[in-house]
């Protein structure tokens, strides 16, 4: 059974910094490309970070300067740092892992998420 656990999340004041975890587990880790998603109040979920299997990354525009990915494959487990948090960065934040495949569609399996509420 595959599970990806989120956690980290909570209530901030601006200016303030968080590291979300997503723990995973059934899967191969070292296979998974590995994606934040956000999903602020009345918005569509948006992917903010990605990493790659061989560790690339990449980030939305809008957070490209505050927000870090990381992963340890020891541990199955990807993480997202977010400095300087932004009122806007309120919301669901949301671990999706991507496992693609040459012969079938690629795998995709999602967090429960967690939630990030940011004072101002």
């Known amino acids: 059974q595959v599970q990806l656990v989120e956690s980290g999340g909570g209530l901030v004041q601006a200016g303030g910094s968080l590291r979300l975890s997503c723990t995973t587990s059934?899967?191969?880790?070292?296979?998974?490309?590995m994606g934040w998603y956000r999903q602020a109040p009345a918005k569509q979920r948006e992917l903010v970070a990605a990493?790659?299997?061989?560790?690339?990354?990449d980030y939305g525009d809008s957070v490209r300067d505050r927000f870090t990915i990381s992963s340890d494959n020891n541990k199955n487990t990807v993480y997202l740092r977010i400095d300087s948090l932004k009122p806007e960065d309120t919301g669901v934040y949301y671990c999706n892992a991507k496992i693609s495949s040459l012969f079938q569609a690629a795998e995709r399996y999602w967090g429960q998420g967690t939630q990030v509420t940011v004072s101002s």
């Open positions: 990493i790659t299997t061989g560790g690339g990354v």
């Open positions: 059934g899967i191969v880790f070292s296979d998974a490309a």
